[in-house]
């Protein structure tokens, strides 16, 4: 049957759907894992900083106290700096965030490294280094959405992830072998040097990657990855997706005031909290407790870490196998973001026993392999929780992914800062193994009563959401 007979004028074609994105498999893939190595360097800054904060404490003639200030002030800035990148990110652009904010990091390592031990300058210089890393994580989370279709977007999140989660991990690892057998100012020399080595791959060969800005990345169609002379800002494309809100203080109070939002907000930060304990403790439970050396206490982290790649990978590929499947199933053909979340249970379940073994392991000095089965069994649980959670968010607002992504991690950071504080007074008051059990308890309760909150009441909080949003 010719074009004539099947309706159609003759010589005319109907044109293919346009692709969600242009961008290669080949460049989607370095592109992914740019944003992941980009995220990993801000929590590596924070992780490697652990096991040396006695030996920065006698550095700096303070308490560790004193110290574990300066753990709790870039925690702080860690939470708030995304939202000032990641609404002008989703607005203006990825590509001139990440040459801005990887250069100040840059600079804020050089200066740690070689600036007199005054406490006063390591408090400041450790804000504006967390200022400067803060903003990859929600830029690569925006970016990931730019260039990979809801369906697979919740594994290509979890290899994405694995920066952002394996920072504190292998931190600590490269922190104690810096601390133990070189000097602690090699701790951001090496972080200067390593992220210099990024930054000036991201300026050469990263492209812009927003949809409102290049559309789905045509405009790069053809050209070489490597751009010279390197522009600070992309070209625009002609068909483009749509723009996002001016970032002001009232689009993010709309944003986290949607209950998801705020929940999923809220969940994570707990479960972080309680991961960040066990972080924290780690270093003097070893040293203590079983007289490992800091090398070994570095080394230590590996178990989180090995539990961190496995729980992301997995959970991100069992979340898209779940979509799928919801899809296939759907007399319409399609399933909403919030299908993403119940399994988290599952993350929540194996993240409180791993908390409540930590506790009591710890407390009796049970066996070494049982306490990193433990802080894997942590790891792991949080990590599924994490993956949902992000894809999620991104899927949530999609002109806004940079921004929800911010706002997610919102709460988790200063929820850290403030355990960084408690936690030594409350295992010296209560002992570890009821302190750890409570924390065990407070994830079941909260974490888990919110996972069945919002199976239950997602659906009509979204309707009410798209009901809004159609009068406007």
């Given at each position: 049957m010719?074009?004539?007979?099947?309706?159609?004028e003759?010589?005319?074609e109907?044109?293919?759907?346009?692709?969600?994105?242009?961008?290669s498999?080949?460049?989607?893939n370095?592109?992914l894992?740019?944003?992941?190595?980009?995220?990993?360097?801000?929590?590596?800054?924070?992780?490697?900083?652990?096991?040396a904060?006695?030996?920065?404490?006698?550095?700096?003639?303070?308490?560790?106290t004193?110290?574990n200030?300066?753990?709790?002030?870039?925690?702080l800035?860690?939470a708030?700096?995304?939202l000032?990148?990641?609404?002008v990110a989703?607005?203006?652009?990825r590509?001139?965030?990440?040459?801005?904010?990887?250069?100040?990091f840059?600079?804020?390592?050089?200066?740690?490294?070689?600036?007199?031990?005054?406490?006063g300058?390591?408090v400041?210089?450790?804000?504006?280094?967390?200022?400067?890393?803060?903003s990859?994580?929600s830029?690569?989370a925006?970016?990931?959405a730019?260039?990979?279709?809801?369906?697979?977007?919740?594994?290509a999140m979890?290899i994405?992830?694995?920066?952002?989660?394996?920072?504190?991990?292998?931190g600590?690892?490269?922190?104690?072998?810096?601390?133990?057998?070189?000097?602690?100012?090699?701790?951001?020399?090496?972080?200067?040097?390593?992220?210099f080595?990024?930054?000036?791959?991201?300026?050469?060969?990263h492209?812009?990657?927003l949809?409102?800005?290049?559309g789905?990345?045509?405009?790069?169609?053809?050209?070489?990855?490597?751009?010279?002379?390197?522009?600070?800002?992309?070209e625009?494309?002609?068909?483009?997706?749509?723009?996002?809100?001016?970032p002001?203080?009232?689009?993010?109070y709309?944003?986290?005031?949607?209950?998801?939002?705020g929940?999923?907000?809220?969940?994570?930060?707990?479960?972080?909290?309680?991961?960040?304990?066990?972080?924290?403790?780690?270093?003097?439970?070893?040293?203590?407790r079983?007289?490992?050396?800091?090398?070994?206490?570095?080394f230590?982290?590996?178990?989180?870490?090995i539990?961190?790649?496995?729980?992301?990978?997995?959970?991100?590929k069992?979340?898209?196998?779940k979509?799928a499947?919801?899809?296939?199933?759907?007399?319409?053909?399609?399933?909403?973001?919030?299908?993403?979340?119940a399994d988290?249970?599952?993350?929540?379940?194996?993240?409180?026993?791993?908390?409540?073994?930590?506790?009591w392991?710890?407390?009796?000095?049970?066996?070494p392999?049982?306490f990193?089965?433990?802080?894997?069994?942590?790891?792991?649980?949080?990590?599924?929780?994490?993956?949902?959670?992000?894809?999620?968010?991104?899927?949530c607002?999609?002109?806004?992914?940079?921004s929800?992504?911010?706002?997610?991690?919102?709460?988790?950071?200063?929820?850290?800062?403030?355990?960084?504080?408690?936690?030594?007074?409350?295992?010296?008051?209560?002992?570890?193994?009821?302190?750890?059990?409570?924390?065990?308890?407070?994830?079941m309760?909260f974490?888990?009563?919110?996972?069945?909150?919002?199976?239950?009441?997602?659906?009509?909080?979204?309707?009410?959401?798209?009901?809004?949003?159609?009068?406007?």
């Amino acid at each position: 049957m010719d074009k004539t007979e099947s309706g159609h004028e003759k010589g005319q074609e109907v044109p293919p759907p346009i692709p969600y994105t242009a961008f290669s498999n080949q460049r989607r893939n370095f592109i992914l894992l740019v944003v992941t190595l980009a995220g990993f360097f801000g929590p590596l800054s924070g992780g490697i900083y652990l096991p040396a904060l006695n030996v920065l404490a006698e550095a700096f003639n303070v308490s560790g106290t004193l110290i574990n200030v300066t753990v709790s002030v870039f925690m702080l800035v860690f939470a708030v700096g995304p939202l000032l990148w990641a609404g002008v990110a989703d607005y203006r652009g990825r590509r001139p965030l990440y040459i801005i904010s990887f250069g100040i990091f840059i600079l804020a390592n050089i200066a740690l490294a070689v600036s007199p031990a005054k406490y006063g300058g390591l408090v400041t210089l450790r804000i504006i280094q967390a200022f400067g890393s803060c903003s990859v994580a929600s830029l690569g989370a925006g970016s990931v959405a730019d260039i990979v279709e809801p369906k697979n977007r919740a594994f290509a999140m979890s290899i994405f992830l694995l920066g952002p989660q394996l920072g504190p991990v292998l931190g600590p690892l490269l922190g104690g072998l810096f601390a133990g057998q070189a000097s602690w100012r090699w701790i951001f020399g090496f972080l200067a040097i390593s992220s210099f080595c990024l930054w000036v791959l991201i300026i050469f060969c990263h492209p812009e990657t927003l949809r409102s800005r290049v559309g789905n990345g045509a405009i790069y169609t053809g050209k070489s990855w490597i751009s010279w002379p390197p522009r600070f800002q992309s070209e625009i494309a002609e068909k483009r997706g749509p723009k996002a809100k001016v970032p002001t203080p009232k689009v993010y109070y709309h944003l986290f005031c949607y209950p998801p939002i705020g929940i999923v907000s809220g969940n994570t930060a707990i479960l972080f909290a309680s991961y960040y304990c066990i972080a924290i403790t780690q270093p003097r439970i070893l040293a203590d407790r079983y007289h490992w050396s800091t090398a070994n206490v570095g080394f230590s982290y590996l178990a989180s870490g090995i539990a961190m790649i496995v729980g992301s990978l997995s959970g991100g590929k069992f979340s898209d196998w779940k979509r799928a499947r919801a899809i296939r199933l759907s007399p319409t053909g399609t399933v909403h973001s919030e299908s993403r979340l119940a399994d988290q249970i599952w993350g929540v379940l194996l993240c409180s026993a791993g908390t409540l073994l930590y506790g009591w392991f710890s407390q009796y000095r049970i066996h070494p392999a049982a306490f990193l089965i433990s802080t894997f069994l942590a790891g792991f649980g949080m990590t599924w929780v994490f993956v949902t959670s992000t894809s999620f968010l991104t899927e949530c607002v999609p002109t806004q992914a940079a921004s929800v992504f911010a706002l997610g991690g919102l709460l988790r950071n200063p929820a850290a800062a403030v355990a960084a504080v408690i936690i030594e007074p409350l295992v010296d008051k209560m002992g570890l193994g009821w302190c750890f059990t409570g924390l065990a308890v407070m994830d079941m309760v909260f974490v888990g009563g919110a996972v069945v909150l919002l199976k239950l009441k997602c659906p009509s909080w979204r309707k009410s959401r798209e009901s809004a949003q159609a009068k406007f």
